[in-house]
């Protein structure tokens, strides 16, 4: 089911960007107020503040500690994002694509920004994530094979003398030319040592770019808790005013 999450989280993503197009086709302004219409906002209003779950866990030490030792970090944010994705998509279907309340825009709008930052956060800087750790275990081989072959070249004061020319930076950039590489059999030292540190360089550049984007995508998260925060505050006005005006589905 795992290595399923990204393709069904995906797919009640694109259902609910659909569900929402569909106030270009769909509107129904009575819906909402109907029998089924209330069970449906019922029942999304109840998974979203289910969803709120992981998030009071994972900023609550005792709680933390009390719910770990039964129930994993992991499965606890599963349940966040399906119960969110689930509680979104059943807010959409309540509103009958009637968006002309400020409240019920506002509702829907942030509804949206959450989950789409929600899913981009969490699956982009996974993927991040475990590129910069492939990465860097290919790094720590290739670290050691340079000393390795370095070694070999220190040893040979022949094989030493080749690689000199090659301190500056233009001439870096030819080595190439300076020193080919065999048509057949092993490399020598001084090629194979060029050829690493290029090597090397290539995936230094590229880890501190992945770097670079786990922290923008950190900040992204950030944006999905204070939009979640401004969400249930919405979420909760939505209620009161429910409770306020009559709850006419129950009528």
Same mark, same amino acid.
């Given at each position: 089911?795992?290595?399923?999450?990204?393709?069904?989280?995906?797919?009640?993503?694109?259902?609910?960007?659909?569900?929402?197009?569909?106030?270009?086709?769909?509107?129904?302004?009575?819906?909402?107020?109907?029998?089924?219409?209330?069970?449906?906002?019922?029942?999304?209003?109840?998974?979203?503040?289910?969803?709120?779950?992981?998030?009071?866990?994972?900023?609550?030490?005792?709680?933390?500690?009390?719910?770990?030792?039964?129930?994993?970090?992991?499965?606890?944010?599963?349940?966040?994002?399906?119960?969110?994705?689930?509680?979104?998509?059943?807010?959409?279907?309540?509103?009958?694509?009637?968006?002309?309340?400020?409240?019920?825009?506002?509702?829907?709008?942030?509804?949206?920004?959450?989950?789409?930052?929600?899913?981009?956060?969490?699956?982009?800087?996974?993927?991040?994530?475990?590129?910069?750790?492939?990465?860097?275990?290919?790094?720590?081989?290739?670290?050691?094979?340079?000393?390795?072959?370095?070694?070999?070249?220190?040893?040979?004061?022949?094989? !030493? /003398?080749? *690689? $000199?020319?090659?301190?500056?930076?233009?001439?870096? %950039?030819? @080595?190439? +030319?300076?020193?080919?590489?065999? #048509?057949?059999?092993?490399?020598?030292?001084?090629?194979?040592?060029?050829?690493?540190?290029?090597?090397?360089?290539?995936?230094?550049?590229?880890?501190?770019?992945?770097?670079?984007?786990?922290?923008?995508? !950190? /900040?992204? *998260? $950030?944006?999905?808790?204070?939009?979640?925060?401004? %969400?249930? @505050?919405? +979420?909760?006005?939505?209620?009161? #005013?429910?409770?306020?005006?009559?709850?006419?589905?129950?009528?």
């Amino acid at each position: 089911m795992r290595d399923r999450e990204p393709l069904v989280v995906g797919g009640l993503v694109a259902l609910l960007l659909v569900l929402w197009l569909g106030f270009l086709v769909h509107r129904d302004p009575r819906f909402a107020g109907s029998a089924w219409g209330g069970v449906l906002g019922v029942a999304g209003a109840t998974l979203m503040v289910v969803s709120l779950a992981y998030s009071a866990v994972k900023r609550v030490p005792p709680l933390k500690r009390w719910t770990t030792a039964r129930v994993s970090m992991r499965t606890l944010l599963a349940w966040h994002m399906y119960t969110g994705l689930l509680g979104a998509i059943l807010g959409l279907l309540h509103s009958g694509h009637k968006f002309e309340s400020t409240l019920g825009v506002a509702l829907t709008a942030v509804s949206l920004v959450v989950v789409l930052s929600g899913f981009v956060g969490r699956h982009l800087m996974k993927q991040v994530s475990l590129e910069i750790h492939e990465k860097q275990e290919l790094l720590t081989r290739l670290e050691v094979a340079y000393r390795q072959t370095a070694g070999e070249v220190a040893a040979h004061l022949e094989a !030493a /003398a080749v *690689l $000199r020319p090659l301190a500056g930076f233009w001439t870096r %950039l030819l @080595a190439g +030319l300076f020193v080919p590489a065999t #048509a057949a059999g092993p490399l020598p030292a001084p090629v194979r040592a060029l050829r690493l540190a290029d090597a090397i360089a290539d995936l230094e550049y590229a880890i501190k770019t992945h770097e670079t984007f786990k922290w923008w995508f !950190a /900040a992204w *998260l $950030r944006v999905h808790v204070v939009t979640g925060v401004v %969400l249930y @505050a919405l +979420l909760a006005l939505h209620v009161w #005013a429910g409770v306020r005006y009559g709850l006419r589905w129950f009528a």
